[in-house]
T-cell receptor
Framework: QKEVEQDPGPLSVPEGAIVSLNCTYS??????FMWYRQYSRKGPELLMY????GNKEDGRFTAQVDKSSKYISLFIRDSQPSDSATYLC????????????FGTGTQLKVEL | ETGVTQSPTHLIKTRGQQVTLRCSSQ?????VSWYQQALGQGPQFIFQ???????GRGNFPPRFSGLQFPNYSSELNVNALELDDSALYLC????????????FGSGTQLSVL
């Protein structure tokens, strides 16, 4: 079993839809949670960073963490074609240096 | 403020050869990490450098090695290339070695034939 599980998609939604992306994890030592966006042939770009259970909002993006269920989500409101990319969840534990454990990524396509 | 830059962007090698990839960290960042991303997978941690010393390593064999220079730039060296080494190699920098946000470069696409 992988430490971090993420549905690879692809996920196709119409413009303006609310998108929900999810990851589950098995290692309860993970304390820091991130979402990265990766365009084709580019490096991952940090979207959201959080370390506590609950919701964190930034513009159209909301990150949600439920440590008791070992489940994290990213919600994208009013999705745009420019949001079409692969979304990677990542996490790390206290004292783990900068070693991130990533999910496999979910490919999202927002269609006009 | 300049971001993380990597060179070259693409590279083709044959099995058994050696390769060196380069990374310049973001201004003000003193910690560099390297990741390998196979097609359709998430990045996998190779190792981390802080103050020119390797201080964390993932599940990669010793033929993967690195250096960090006084200006915090870094190199990844891979010896005895194998076909499975074909991947996107990503460099990430941060302003510290513990629990810091990582910022990635665009990567070097390595193909081993």
């Amino acid at each position: 079993q992988k430490e971090v599980e993420q549905d690879p998609g692809p996920l196709s939604v119409p413009e303006g839809a609310i998108v929900s992306l999810n990851c589950t994890y098995s290692n309860s030592a993970f304390q820091y949670f991130m979402w990265y966006r990766q365009y084709s042939r580019k490096g991952p770009e940090l979207l959201m960073y959080t370390y506590s259970s609950g919701n964190k909002e930034d513009g159209r993006f909301t990150a949600q963490v439920d440590k008791s269920s070992k489940y994290i989500s990213l919600f994208i409101r009013d999705s745009q074609p420019s949001d079409s990319a692969t979304y990677l969840c990542a996490m790390k534990w206290t004292g783990g240096g900068n070693k991130l454990t990533f999910g496999t990524g979910t490919q999202l396509k927002v269609e006009l | 403020e300049t971001g993380v830059t990597q060179s070259p962007t693409h590279l083709i090698k044959t099995r058994g050869q050696q390769v060196t990839l380069r990374c310049s960290s973001q201004s003000g960042h003193n910690t560099v990490s390297w990741y390998q991303q196979a097609l359709g997978q998430g990045p996998q941690f190779i190792f981390q450098y802080y103050r020119e010393e390797e201080n964390g390593r993932g599940n990669f064999p010793p033929r993967f090695s690195g250096l960090q220079f006084p200006n915090y730039s870094s190199e990844l060296n891979v010896n005895a290339l194998e076909l499975d080494d074909s991947a996107l190699y990503l460099c990430a920098s941060s302003s510290g070695q513990l629990n810091e946000k990582l910022f990635f470069g665009s990567g070097t696409q390595l193909s081993v034939l």
